[in-house]
């Protein structure tokens, strides 16, 4: 039986983490390693970790907690654990989710049963800031099933890639399961983007000829807080966090894409700035009138952008990575 790594990574996580780690020590797999590993926080995190694993280190084969004298943005803090990490493959539960008790056995049944795969993604189920059934909300769908789907059968890591660099195609990474040298091999999470370590990531590894695949289980509970910035798009028309990524996509992503798709995502982003303003980025039926005048009939790049791809026999791997 393979060694798996999970690592715990916190972060004023003092309401959630032991929740978090007992969903760790009910795991069916038997070989684990726990590391924890927190990015200096300001609660009773650290002493509550500490406490638990005093009552429960027998379970594992090894445990370790990892702290920061400084906050280091989440990817800094998941390197620090994957590069403590023994076992051949290793998950990452972020202190506010839970894993399913099969979840570990159900990723190594399928990657013993295809050792192809080095990344391995799963469905979720989602709640809304407990994992009551009363706030359950839904259960997220097989991604392999649509052919447009990134990560449908016929996708490769490099057709992968092409999608990526128009967007981040992955809404469920609390899933994801990897193959510990593999992520070693791509240099591991990029720490010099702070606060958004998978999104990068996916780039890297796809780019490096590694394609992700997804398995139809449910393996882990993710919890989306009331009044967390990404949970606002149904009170919101843009994202705030949309405001943030220019700066990584001018570095990582535009230098990838055809002048078309870049030229049409740069407009559509100096548009955008108008919802910066919290009355215009209200989602109203008026400004999303707003929003679609902006975004789609103001944007000439989206017409030229239409009509090249109309002259493109195969849309799905034209030049427009569409």
Not at 73 to 98: H, Y
Not at 111 to 129: E, G, P
Not at 282 to 301: E, G, H, K, Q, S
Request: aromatic residues 12%; contains cysteine; hydrophobic residues 40%.
């Amino acid at each position: 039986m393979s060694l798996v790594t999970i690592v715990v990574v916190t972060y004023n996580s003092a309401s959630f983490v032991a929740e978090a780690l007992e969903s760790v020590r009910v795991q069916t797999w038997n070989e684990l390693e726990l590391i924890i590993t927190d990015d200096s926080s300001s609660d009773e995190t650290i002493e509550i970790c500490k406490r638990w694993l005093e009552r429960n280190q027998d379970r594992f084969i090894r445990t370790e907690l990892i702290t920061s004298l400084i906050n280091t943005g989440v990817s800094g803090n998941v390197n620090r654990g994957l590069n403590v990490a023994k076992g051949e493959w290793i998950k990452f539960l972020a202190a506010d989710d839970a894993l399913l008790p099969g979840c570990i056995e159900a990723n190594m049944e399928h990657v013993r049963k295809n050792q192809h795969i080095k990344i391995l993604f799963s469905r979720l189920n989602i709640y809304n800031d407990s994992f009551l059934p009363v706030n359950f909300v839904l259960a997220t769908e097989d991604d392999s099933i649509n052919p447009s789907s990134i990560m449908h059968p016929s996708k490769t890591a490099d057709s992968q890639y092409k999608m990526l660099v128009v967007s981040d195609r992955i809404h469920y990474t609390p899933s994801a399961f990897f193959h510990r040298e593999t992520l070693l091999s791509v240099g591991g999470f990029n720490e010099r983007v702070r606060l958004m370590e998978d999104y990068p990531l996916w780039l890297k590894l796809t780019k490096s000829g590694y394609r992700l695949y997804f398995m139809d289980v449910v393996t882990a509970n993710y919890r989306r807080h009331a009044g967390a910035a990404n949970n606002k798009k149904q009170r919101v028309i843009v994202n705030p966090n949309y405001f943030k990524t220019e700066k990584f996509r001018t570095e990582y992503t535009y230098p990838a894409l055809p002048f078309l798709v870049r030229s049409e995502q740069r407009i559509n982003w100096i548009l955008s700035q108008a919802f910066r303003w919290p009355y215009l980025n209200r989602d109203t039926p008026f400004n999303r009138l707003i929003y679609r005048l902006l975004t789609r009939f103001m944007n000439p790049f989206r017409y030229i952008s239409f009509l090249y791809g109309k002259l493109k026999s195969d849309s799905s791997e034209n030049e427009l990575y569409h």
